[in-house]
């Protein structure tokens, strides 16, 4: 299953539109539809195609139709999402909720999630990606002190 991974930085154009990463846009052929949602938790949109959805759906499938839980889940994936369009270029259109949501000027960075990528704007990432590395730090001397194993060295086991 192909996978968006990595992050790169690509400007804006005076038009406010962005180019899609290449690796990013050969995941997005094979699916029909891009959607765009707003992340509650940080400023990021989060945009996928069918299988980001379908996972997000899949929650919705186990709520109560009548329930106030899934009007709230149908409003955040449906009412408050969107979906944008690739034009023949490979670009995508950044509107006023994007970047109101984001923060994003005249660059945006791709952050490659697996089943979706994250659109940031560069500084709030990298505070984001320095705060994200020492939780995983702490993470990994944890793990390696439940199993009796070390988090020293570098490579794969202590970069």
């Known amino acids: 299953m192909d ?3 990595s992050n790169t930085v690509n400007n804006v154009d005076s038009k406010g539109r962005v180019s899609v990463p290449a690796s990013f846009r050969a995941v997005l052929k094979k ?7 707003m992340s509650v938790d940080h400023p990021v949109v989060e945009v996928g195609g ?12 186990r709520l109560d139709p009548l329930s ?3 009007e709230i889940w149908t409003f955040y994936l449906l009412g408050d999402g969107m979906e944008l369009k690739l034009d023949t270029e ?16 005249d660059k945006v960075l791709f952050e490659g ?9 560069p500084e ?9 590395r020492a939780k995983v730090r702490q ?3 944890n793990l390696g002190s439940a199993s009796g194993a070390t988090a020293q060295g570098g490579g794969e086991h202590g970069a």
């Open 31 to 37: 699916t029909s539809k891009l959607h765009a949602l």
């Open 3 to 5: 996978r968006f991974a």
């Open 50 to 61: 069918e299988q980001m959805m379908a996972l997000h759906e899949q929650r919705l499938e």
């Open 68 to 70: 106030p839980d899934y």
């Open 124 to 132: 709030k990432y990298e505070a984001y990606r320095t705060e994200a």
């Open 139 to 141: 993470m990994r001397r």
């Open 90 to 105: 490979g670009r995508i259109q950044l509107n006023d909720r994007i970047r109101e949501q984001t923060g994003i000027t």
């Open 113 to 121: 999630r697996g089943l979706s990528f994250w659109l940031w704007e």
